[in-house]
């Protein structure tokens, strides 16, 4: 069974769709709970790095160890698919800036992708990545321009998140309470199922991609 390391940020921001993409892919998912002090050792593994309600280039310690390593694994050469939180964080590590936002940007969010295509995605993020050098913008929303970039085949980073599925919100909204600003509409059944498929295709052309690096 193939292996992959994924980096959780926060107790109620877990894996959620992804960890159903690993199933049906036989792919074992190893997750590392940064602010608990966890993380595997540095090297050229390729790694999924989620979100969580943390600035990325300021925060606890935990998160400058974090900063540490990523930047160790990115120097090895480490394929890393990076959602908000993380896209920021890779961003930092390949020489970009992340800065704030005039406002957050929260809800379904329509994104709108260099070819065309458009999807309807889950938003809950108050900050906005400057691109480092190199990086090609794939993806824009109407409040943010940087939805999701590329650095060569295998680091990718999305401000948006695919892998918030129905549970993943439920989980969200009971956690953070009156605090959420995400949809408690047990109708949006269709627009995760849309996600969903997308991200299955992303994830399986960044997996293969990460495989013959």
Same mark, same amino acid.
């Given at each position: 069974?193939?292996?992959?390391?994924?980096?959780?940020?926060?107790?109620?921001?877990?894996? /959620?769709? %992804?960890?159903?993409?690993?199933?049906?892919?036989?792919?074992?998912?190893?997750?590392?709970?940064?602010?608990?002090?966890?993380?595997?050792?540095?090297?050229?593994?390729?790694? %999924?790095?989620?979100?969580?309600?943390?600035?990325?280039?300021?925060?606890?310690?935990?998160?400058?160890?974090?900063?540490? *390593?990523?930047?160790? &694994?990115?120097?090895? /050469?480490?394929?890393?698919?990076?959602?908000?939180? /993380?896209?920021?964080?890779?961003?930092?590590?390949?020489?970009?800036?992340?800065?704030?936002?005039?406002?957050?940007?929260? /809800? *379904?969010?329509?994104?709108?992708? %260099?070819?065309?295509?458009?999807?309807?995605?889950?938003?809950?993020?108050?900050?906005? %990545?400057?691109?480092?050098?190199?990086?090609?913008?794939?993806?824009?929303?109407?409040?943010?321009?940087?939805?999701?970039?590329?650095?060569?085949?295998?680091?990718?980073?999305?401000?948006?998140?695919?892998?918030?599925?129905?549970? &993943?919100?439920?989980?969200?909204?009971?956690?953070?309470?009156?605090?959420?600003?995400?949809?408690?509409?047990?109708?949006?059944?269709?627009?995760?199922?849309?996600?969903?498929?997308?991200?299955?295709?992303?994830?399986?052309? *960044? *997996?293969?991609?990460?495989?013959?690096?």
């Amino acid at each position: 069974m193939f292996e992959l390391n994924l980096i959780q940020h926060h107790p109620a921001e877990g894996p /959620g769709a %992804i960890a159903a993409w690993a199933d049906a892919r036989g792919v074992k998912l190893n997750v590392f709970r940064a602010d608990l002090g966890q993380l595997p050792a540095a090297s050229a593994a390729p790694v %999924i790095l989620l979100g969580g309600p943390y600035e990325s280039n300021a925060g606890p310690a935990w998160l400058q160890a974090e900063r540490q *390593w990523l930047a160790q &694994s990115l120097e090895q /050469g480490a394929a890393v698919f990076a959602i908000c939180l /993380g896209a920021q964080l890779l961003a930092l590590g390949l020489g970009g800036n992340v800065r704030r936002m005039e406002r957050i940007e929260t /809800g *379904w969010t329509c994104v709108t992708f %260099i070819d065309g295509q458009r999807l309807k995605v889950l938003e809950w993020h108050e900050d906005a %990545i400057d691109l480092p050098p190199a990086a090609q913008l794939l993806a824009s929303s109407e409040q943010c321009a940087q939805q999701m970039y590329r650095v060569g085949p295998t680091r990718v980073g999305l401000q948006f998140h695919p892998e918030w599925n129905a549970e &993943s919100v439920a989980v969200l909204n009971r956690h953070f309470a009156e605090e959420s600003p995400l949809p408690r509409d047990p109708q949006d059944s269709a627009a995760y199922l849309a996600v969903f498929d997308w991200l299955q295709v992303t994830l399986d052309e *960044w *997996w293969a991609a990460s495989a013959v690096r």
